[in-house]
């Protein structure tokens, strides 16, 4: 006589379809801007003004750092325009006594934006970009990648087996594959 009791993982594997892996939605590297760790700053924000000036979209996709034409990290907007003000202290206390970060906004003067975007023209790209805190394996999970994405803050993440680069998922594919299941796809 079959068991009436089902648990619930056999009634989840039963009622969900095979999901996809990060295989699956991956893509290779020429999908991605991309450019070189010992680049210029300069060149950089070259590449990422075209793409800003072409794009419809308000967001401007991050550029793809290679070292060795192996993809290391990623270079965003956010990490040049962090450069162009006057940065807060990064910690709450210094030996032993307690800092209290202003309500308002760091300290900045007329012209320091253009000074600091002059400077910005003599650094390399290694110097600013975050390097990828994590990797994806080709059979993790989606919700595993959408977990590191959305914990990393980043929205390109390396896919590697056996220590080789095989492909990148970035954050619109995985939207894309959550559009399609919302939508019934």
């Known amino acids: 006589m079959p068991a009436l009791v089902q648990s619930a993982g056999d009634v989840l594997a039963r009622s969900f379809k095979r ?3 990060v295989e699956e939605l991956m893509v290779s590297l020429e999908a991605c801007r991309t450019i070189p760790a010992d680049g210029s ?8 003004k075209r793409v800003a000036l072409q794009s419809r979209a308000g967001a401007i996709p991050p550029l793809v750092v290679l070292e060795a034409k192996v993809p290391v990290g990623l270079l965003k907007v956010d990490h040049l325009l962090a450069l162009a003000h006057l940065p807060l202290p ?11 970060f202003p309500a308002e906004e ?7 934006f253009t000074s600091r975007g002059q400077e910005m023209a003599k650094r390399k790209v290694r ?14 999970s989606l919700s595993r990648a959408a977990y590191l994405m959305s914990r990393s803050g980043f ?6 087996e056996n220590n080789r680069m095989v492909g990148l998922l970035r954050d619109k594919e995985l939207f894309l594959e959550l559009s399609r299941i919302v939508n019934g796809g």
């Open 106 to 112: 760091p300290p900045s003067y007329n012209g320091l």
């Open 155 to 160: 929205e390109i993440l390396p896919v590697q």
């Open 127 to 140: 110097e600013v970009m975050r390097p990828f805190p994590v990797s994806l394996k080709p059979r993790d």
């Open 90 to 100: 990064q910690r709450e206390s210094y030996a032993g006594w307690s800092i209290s």
């Open 19 to 21: 999901e996809k892996t």
């Open 41 to 48: 700053l300069k060149d950089a924000i070259c590449l990422l």
